[in-house]
């Protein structure tokens, strides 16, 4: 179930950042300023939002594999039929489609991995799943960009969209045989939290504030990466698509190295509060040497902090959902994904929009940079500051 999971959250990051891959392409067929190019991208995250905050409510009502294998499929058709776009109306409902797909994606997975894991295993197993959100756009840069430098982009969204498709076929094998989840070690008294419950917590709000700064810095490396390459450091689309993905799978790494790293001090004596707020707020607030890297006047220099800026940041997303679900707890996990999913994907509108306006207007991505390095600081105080102790509410006692 895991290695699917990992799987499929590879694609989901695939699917939703190949239009930055074939923006340069698509822009010569569909033409778009830097502004509208800003208003495409962040589409998708109109609707992903809105519906994170609808799929945390209705996480506990249906089975969490069937919901998953809905939301899958309508976004890799999303995907798919955006190889018949026509004009920017069109591609921008698709990109709007895709986004209602996969709003169910990280509420089912928090529900899955706070029903089977324990503190101690959450770190690594939620690395895994962060491996598999960097890895996806580091395929999707290095295959994407190579895809539509030999099939164009329409291609590119018809083969990864069909070829996604046969995931559902070892899911659905898979959530036939799967054991009920074991039960928790202590009892569960009451009903599941409220929204209004969880709305009334500070730790809530810092893991919302949190998600929102670090996914502004993670959206615009996202969306805006590969143009920047093109545009301001001039790299061809074959060496965007090699170098362009080299941040990504630095991130993967370190995403992995750093959830083992968290488990294994935790299961070593290290009170875990302190352990993921480390990771967490320290790798935000060192993610800053993104602006170093737009200043480096040599590539090498600036593609190497750039890399050294995704390194810090996966050390930081490896932790960032095992605090959500220690927080949370089995009672609350997939609501309170939804909920602080929701308030954090409102940066997926912002970046993208923000930077094509001050790329629009400047002509320089300066400010979007340093835009995106001061969030990345504030988020880390949102974790070391805001967050206070990490240890499961009481719901119960709360209600």
């Given amino acids: 179930m895991l290695g699917l999971l990992v799987v499929s959250i590879s694609i989901n990051y695939i699917d939703r950042g190949n239009l930055s891959v074939g923006a340069h392409e698509i822009s ?43 939301g899958y499929l309508l976004w890799s058709l999303a995907t798919m039929l955006t190889a018949g776009a026509f004009n920017f109306v069109s591609l921008f409902s698709l990109r709007l489609l895709l986004g209602v797909g996969e709003s169910v994606a990280y509420p089912c997975y928090s529900k899955i991995l706070a029903s089977r894991f324990v503190e101690s295993e959450r770190g690594f197993a939620n690395a895994w799943l962060d491996a598999g959100s960097k890895s996806g756009p580091a395929f999707g840069v290095l295959l994407g960009g190579l895809m539509v430098e030999h099939w164009g982009w329409r291609g590119m969204f018809l083969v990864l969209g069909a070829a996604s498709l046969l995931w559902l076929i070892p899911w659905t094998v898979t959530a036939r045989r799967l054991s009920p989840p074991p039960r928790p070690t202590v009892s569960v008294a009451g009903p599941p939290p409220s929204v209004r419950a969880i709305l009334g917590c500070r730790a809530a709000w810092a893991t919302f504030l949190g998600l929102f700064c670090s996914n502004y810095a993670w959206y615009f490396l996202l969306t805006w990466l590969p143009p920047y390459l093109v545009m301001e450091r001039h790299y061809s689309t074959h060496a965007m698509a090699i170098f362009g993905s080299l941040p990504f799978w630095g991130v993967a790494a370190s995403s992995l190295f750093g959830g083992w790293l968290s488990d294994h001090l935790i299961r070593g004596g290290a009170d875990p509060s302190r352990v993921r707020k480390r990771f967490t707020g320290g790798g935000l607030l060192v993610s800053f040497l993104v602006l170093p890297a737009f200043l480096a006047h040599n590539n090498a220099i600036s593609l190497a902090l750039l890399i050294a800026a995704c390194l810090s940041f996966g050390m930081y997303s490896s932790n960032v959902w095992a605090i959500t679900q220690t927080l949370a707890g089995r009672q609350a ?58 240890r499961e509410i009481e719901w119960a006692g709360r209600a």
């Fill in 28 to 70: 010569r067929e569909i033409p778009f300023t830097p502004s509208g190019e800003g208003l495409l991208f962040s589409a998708f995250f109109w609707s992903y939002s809105i519906c994170l905050f609808l799929s945390g409510l209705v996480i506990d009502r249906f089975p969490v594999t069937k919901l998953y294998a809905a």
């Fill in 333 to 390: 996990a997939g609501k309170w994904t939804g909920l602080q999913n929701g308030f954090g994907n409102l940066a997926g509108i912002a970046a993208p929009y923000i930077t094509g306006q001050i790329v629009g207007r400047t002509g320089s991505f300066y400010w979007a940079f340093a835009v995106v390095a001061t969030i990345a600081v504030l988020g880390s105080g949102c974790y070391f500051w805001l967050a206070g102790d990490i």
